[in-house]
């Protein structure tokens, strides 16, 4: 077989090990041993492999991860940028694993890896390598990850009969168990909607989808549930502009705890937010950590003067909050996150035992962006020792440990 067809091949396939767990999740195939065989194949195939496949798997894994990115661009009213962000993307992580390139050992390319996890292009975290193994027998800490890489390059070093004894020691990177996690001692209503993104946001929605969430109140209060969690944005609007609207949920929160996503508009600033109202009264969380390219720039400031007004009608940055909102909800702490913060460290920070997490995934559909997202909040829920309830619009809604 032509050399180069080779190195094509072996690249296309450690990608397609590599992915394969968010796949299996999607279809529902998810099994524990095979996560753990195949994302140990394909950290090994990435130590050995020849420096050209090395290049073509990160390509390739760029779009098997992230290629509905674009999808998102099209409600912008600039979707001819689609596949040009998907193609981005997968020239993104060429690069990202690229250094494992420079070299034919084993041991520096596992020292690379390990380096690249706490590597995230363009402030993007959703390339966390220990990700792999998050529905499998090995754990996710970077202890371990570091352990696996070092037991699988150690061969390269060894001459038989001893060459795959450390294998061996991939025992010692076997998940042992998380700090323990607990349902909320209340009764909680998660609500899942599916309303189209562009619909979502048009005049003739507003009435019909207003109707729909106090329908979905009621039919929480009269099933005797202490508190519903909706989606991201479920109200189209900037809330803090409508205060009969704010009066009625005020009135309604008197018999449930009300957690409602929205925007909010503030001294000329635009904010993605979470509403709670509780005993005629409420509280707002504004958004901590931004989607990079989704609601802010990570450029500097007269590159990101240049993209929002090319491609984003000239609107500006969504602003954000100085540090995590948590709501005490019936004597019970909750810390708010919206949508992508549920998948970043920073809001898992301090005392948490549970998240309320709402998110708006119909900016993806149809994608593996609702798979991705559980995998990454179940990463993060059993590191942390966290029980996310999460409401998402198209797909995500459920209890996450």
């Known amino acids: 077989m032509n050399k180069l067809i080779k190195d094509i091949l072996l690249g296309i396939a450690t990608a397609l090990f590599f992915s394969a767990f968010i796949y299996f999740e999607y279809f529902g195939l998810t099994n524990k041993l095979i996560n753990t065989l195949f994302g140990l194949s394909a950290l090994s195939m990435f130590l050995y492999i020849p420096k050209r496949s090395v290049l073509i798997a990160g390509f390739t894994i760029g779009l098997l991860w992230f290629y509905w990115i674009g999808y998102s661009f099209k409600y912008q009213g600039v979707g001819y940028m689609e596949p ?26 596992a020292l690379f890896l390990f380096g690249l996890s706490f590597v995230h292009p363009f402030n993007w975290n959703w390339m966390q390598i220990e990700l792999l193994f998050v529905n499998s027998y090995i754990g996710v800490y970077k202890y371990q990850l570091a352990l696996v890489l070092l037991v699988l390059s150690l061969p390269s070093l060894l001459k038989k009969p001893y060459k795959y004894t450390p294998l061996l020691l991939l025992i010692a990177a076997f998940s042992y168990g998380y700090p323990s996690q607990h349902d909320a001692p209340l009764k909680i209503k998660l609500v899942a909607t599916d309303i189209k993104q562009d619909y979502k946001w ?22 005797g549930y202490d508190v519903v969690i909706l989606p991201e944005s479920v109200f189209p609007l900037f809330m803090n502009k409508t205060p009969e609207l704010i009066k009625q949920l005020e009135k309604f929160s008197h018999k449930i705890t009300i957690i409602a996503g929205a925007l909010m508009r503030e001294d000329g600033k635009n904010y993605n937010v979470t509403y709670m109202f509780q005993n005629g009264k409420y509280q707002v969380a504004k958004k901590l950590v931004l989607v990079p390219f989704g609601e802010y720039i990570p450029l500097p400031k007269f590159a990101r003067k240049f993209i929002n007004d090319t491609f984003f009608n000239g609107e500006s940055d969504f602003s954000t909050a100085k540090k995590p909102t948590d709501f005490l909800i019936k004597g019970v702490k909750f810390r708010n996150a919206i949508c992508y913060e549920a998948t970043c460290k920073e809001l898992y920070s301090g005392d948490v035992k549970y998240l309320i997490a709402i998110s708006n995934n119909a900016w993806f559909a149809p994608s593996i962006e609702p798979t991705i997202q559980k995998l990454l909040m179940e990463y993060y829920a059993r590191k942390y020792g966290v029980t996310i309830y999460h409401a998402a619009n198209y797909k995500g809604t459920g209890v996450i440990k």
């Not at 040009?84 to 520096?108: E, W």
């Not at 929605?205 to 929480?220: D, E, R, S």
């Open 202 to 223: 048009t005049r003739q929605a507003l009435a019909p989808t207003v109707y729909m969430v106090f329908q979905k109140i009621q039919k929480a209060i009269n099933e």
């Open 84 to 109: 040009i962000i998907t193609l981005g993307f997968g020239f993104v992580y060429l690069l990202f694993f690229a250094p494992l390139a420079f070299t034919n050992s084993a041991l520096l390319r």
